[in-house]
């Protein structure tokens, strides 16, 4: 270390290069600044040189494109894409906000008055239209109060940023007027523990949106098997003034059919999350700040290190991170939002758990690190990355993909998370302690459609969040996954499907799935409660990628492209709830819909895509299900 | 609005360096100057203010006269257009009928021409009544440079390079919006024509939620009905332009 005082490294010589190329080429350090090709610290972003940061192709470097980060957001060049670009903003000042330290807060119970009741409580004010079909067979036990509205909260400590004006989730109800939290509060639930929450909308009223956002909501509880009318559909959504009581059973699915009373155990999920849902405007409402996390535990995945699969204790070693990439309008200092853009909207600046590239301190032990992209269109591809040692393989385990764990730990070095995917991993910092790594984003993406092909070479893509090893040793009663041979197992997919559907997701001048374009009351077909379907999911086009989600019930992946989904070097293989449709992927899916009757969309969740239509709608029935092969 | 500061920088680790640096120069960040509402920026980026002639032959400003202060509705076409253009035109003819004495009132839909150069006001004209075109809905066109800006401004274009030279490909959606309400959205115009309507109201004055939701009901109910009398269906499906 004290060599490196006197000694430049590479990278630091490439900067001074650097430097002497823009003296010669006579641009100042204010335009670089401006065009956001330089750091807050007044230095360049690495590996960018002169030629590069004016938009020469990319220098290929063996069989990895290496692309400069800051200018890997298309500026008016491509598609409606406009020249916004982020002022610089310090990264690494902030902590990572955790519910282990408290800074990011968990939801709490507390007394509802009214009291909730199965038929919609209109004259009090909710706007259900719906009753609750669960409600007397999974009595709720915990109730919650959760109320949207707008606030200020600080993304940065960096003094050059201001508080940014967001809408978010206030834990309990407007009356008890307690601040915003985004990403939400974290619910913290167990199976067989059903719960309520009362859901206000005290947005501010049209106008007052600071650009961008409708006062007008629907809560999806993503990936949860919830009743239709607690799921928080698209055209479920409420006003201004309005509340809505959302039922969530916590069950197992097979509860009612397969596996009565207790549902099936290999039908459990562990990291699901919510998010507005309102349709057309579920992107710009995402964005504006309404999401957050939702764990279920059991008596396997239970919290705690000391018993059932002995995972890293919650919340001590279990962390939920929420990823997401914003653009700050240097014209006003608030986040700012692509209205006029159908290809997908890219932020420049990235977020963990609401802060900007924050810092989370560690002990030298196995962690569970729970990830979720909610985009708006964003693809990830998450190394650990050393920068002291950029050639390192630094692996960790994946437990899950989506909401439901694998089958075993797989060993990766990089997991790839679109739009609304989960990643559930364990790092182990053991032997670690003085270290520090980032979680880098090294998929290049250029444009709202999705990955534009390659990655960054390690230390040139995106550092997300850096991680410090140097909190106390500590016990750790952590199973090491190597060690663990199995988790739930995944249930048979020998069912023979009462019908297999086949679906197109594709560009017509507008999104549309199977030629055809969504509307609210378009049942599209219509789904026999209990049964097996096979689904082909199809990406028609090559440019578009679709993170595609089912409402209500996950999938097994039968195959991608005709050949088994693969466990290396990315884990495809598993239950999962959105499929992540690449150029012209093709995934064959199998499905079981149990227990709950109703309407449920299938979407791409590029919420711009969703907000363009590229949705439909199914109904689960008892009576009249079709055999549309291609609805 | 936008923390005005100076800042003296220090040479310090760079963002992802993290460490080891040499010592760089002090760097001033400049102040930013934020004079600039959200409403504005939208119309600086959004809603440019370029000269139109309308089908009537009359001079406009996109922004000034069409947008500023306005519930509008706006979508692109071509008159020699074969494939979208006739039947999104003849949806939206049923739209403009479902919103009944709201266009023209309180609710202006424009449709700009993407091909300026054939599209005269005379051309539009006699494209208007083609369609049965009722009043408060004018189309649009103008100078080729000033037709480009507002297809990319107002997000009528694609990435895809390929397909984005292709006019077909965006006579697709219809946007509706309120402009002093900063409430955008877009839906494809070939949609059932109720489930436009209720996507346009999306952007409506928040005093008229009610009346909407009655208009809407109405709009639904009566469509049931025609379903039940095997009357013909109500929305064309189109046949699309291909495959990319």
């Not at chain 1, 919650?144 to 206030?170: C, E, H, M, R």
């Not at chain 1, 992927?585 to 309407?599: A, C, E, I």
């Not at chain 2, 202060?69 to 049923?94: E, G, H, Q, W």
């Amino acid at each position: 270390m004290r060599l490196l005082k006197y000694r430049l490294t590479k990278r630091q010589r490439d900067v001074l290069k650097n430097r002497q190329e823009l003296i010669k080429a006579g641009i100042s350090r204010r335009d670089l600044l401006k065009l956001g090709l330089m750091t807050s610290a007044g230095v360049l972003v690495d590996g960018l040189s002169v030629s590069k940061a004016f938009g020469q192709v990319a220098a290929s470097r063996g069989t990895t494109t290496t692309v400069p980060r800051s200018t890997s957001q298309s500026c008016g060049t491509r598609g409606s894409s406009l020249c916004v670009i982020s002022p610089p903003i310090q990264p690494f000042l902030d902590l990572l906000p955790t519910p282990r330290d408290g800074t990011w807060r968990v939801q709490t119970p507390t007394a509802l008055s009214p009291a909730p009741t199965a038929a919609p409580n209109t004259a009090a004010g909710e706007g259900r239209t719906i009753a609750h079909q669960a409600f007397t067979q999974f009595p709720p036990q915990k109730f919650y109060a959760v109320t949207q509205k707008a606030g200020a909260l600080s993304i940065t400590s960096d003094p050059t940023i201001a508080p940014q004006n967001l809408w978010g989730f206030a834990i309990g109800t407007p009356e008890q007027n307690n601040p915003i939290n985004v990403p939400g509060p974290l619910y913290v639930e167990r199976y067989n523990v059903p719960i309520l929450v009362r859901n206000y909308n005290r947005l501010p009223p049209e106008g007052q949106n600071g650009g961008f956002g409708k006062p007008s909501v629907t809560t999806h509880l993503h990936n949860g098997h919830t009743p239709s009318e607690s799921d928080g559909n698209p055209c479920n959504y409420f006003e201004i003034g309005q509340f809505y009581d959302q039922h969530y059973p916590n069950v197992l699915a097979g509860i009612n059919s397969t596996h009565p009373g207790t549902g099936d155990i290999q039908e459990s999920m562990s990291t699901l999350w919510y998010h507005d849902h309102r349709v057309d405007f579920t992107s710009q409402n995402t964005y504006k700040g309404l999401a957050g996390m939702y764990l279920l535990f059991n008596d396997f995945d239970t919290g705690d290190e000391l018993t059932g699969f002995h995972l890293p204790s919650f919340p001590q070693y279990d962390i939920p991170m929420v990823f997401n990439d914003k653009v700050i309008d240097p014209g006003t200092g608030q986040i700012f939002f692509d209205l006029f853009n159908l290809d997908g909207v890219l932020g420049d600046r990235y977020l963990v758990n609401g802060k900007v590239q924050p810092v989370l301190h560690v002990s030298p032990r196995r962690y569970r690190f729970r990830w979720l992209n909610t985009g708006p269109s964003r693809f990830h591809q998450f190394f650990l990355t050393d920068l002291t040692n950029l050639s390192a393989n630094n692996t960790f385990w994946q437990i899950s993909t989506d909401g439901n764990l694998t089958d075993k730990p797989y060993q990766v070095s990089s997991a790839r998370v679109a739009v609304a995917e989960r990643v559930d991993v364990i790092v182990d910092f053991t032997g670690k302690a003085g270290k520090t790594f980032y979680i880098e984003n090294r998929l290049v993406q250029n444009d709202g459609q999705g990955p534009s092909g390659g990655l960054f070479a390690a230390g040139q893509g995106n550092l997300l969040l850096k991680i410090v090893v140097d909190g106390p040793v500590v016990n750790d009663n952590s199973q090491n996954p190597a060690n663990i041979t199995a988790f739930y197992g995944f249930p048979s997919t020998t069912a023979t499907p009462r019908v297999t559907r086949n679906f197109t997701f594709q560009n017509r001048g507008d999104w549309r799935i199977n030629d055809k374009i969504f509307a609210c009351d378009d049942i599209r077909f219509r789904v026999q409660r209990n049964s097996v379907e096979i689904w082909n999911w199809q990406n028609e086009g090559s440019s578009w990628h679709h993170p595609v989600h089912m409402h209500f019930e996950e999938f097994q992946t039968l195959s991608i492209n005709g050949q088994a989904p693969a466990t290396s070097p990315l884990v495809q293989k598993g239950r999962k709830d959105v499929a992540r449709l690449e150029s012209r992927d093709n995934q064959r899916l199998f499905f079981r819909f149990r227990d709950f009757l109703g309407r449920y969309p299938l979407h791409c969740h590029n919420v711009v895509h969703e907000d363009h239509a590229m949705m439909l709608h199914l109904e689960i029935v008892d009576s009249g299900a079709d055999t549309n092969t291609r609805p | 609005m936008s923390r005005m500061s100076r800042r003296t920088w220090l040479g310090m680790a760079g963002a992802a360096a993290g460490a080891g640096l040499v010592g760089l120069p002090q760097l001033q960040r400049e102040s930013r100057a934020a004079a600039l509402t959200p409403r504005d920026l939208i119309r600086q980026r959004n809603l440019p203010n370029v000269v139109l002639t309308t089908h009537e032959g009359e001079q406009v400003r996109f922004y000034d006269d069409l947008v500023k202060d306005r519930f509008v509705t706006i979508n692109m076409v071509y008159t020699s257009c074969k494939t979208t253009c006739p039947l999104t035109t003849a949806n939206l003819v049923r739209v403009q009928k479902m919103l009944g004495d709201r266009v023209g009132r309180d609710l202006s839909m424009y449709s700009i021409t993407l091909d300026p150069e054939h599209d005269t006001p005379e051309v539009l004209n006699s494209y208007v009544k083609t369609f049965g075109v009722g009043s408060g809905w004018k189309f649009l066109t103008g100078k080729p440079e000033d037709i480009e800006l507002l297809r990319r401004r107002l997000g009528f274009a694609w990435a895809n390079q390929e397909m984005d030279r292709n006019k077909d490909f965006h006579t697709g959606n219809l946007r509706y919006g309120n402009e002093p309400l900063m409430l955008w959205g877009a839906v494809p115009g070939m949609a059932e024509p109720e489930w436009v309507s209720e996507c346009i109201l999306f952007a409506d004055w928040p005093q008229n939620r009610e009346k909407d939701r009655e208009r809407i009901a109405q709009l639904k109910s009566r469509k049931a009905s025609r379903a039940e009398s095997g009357a013909n269906p109500t929305a064309p499906i189109a046949q699309g332009h291909g495959h990319h």
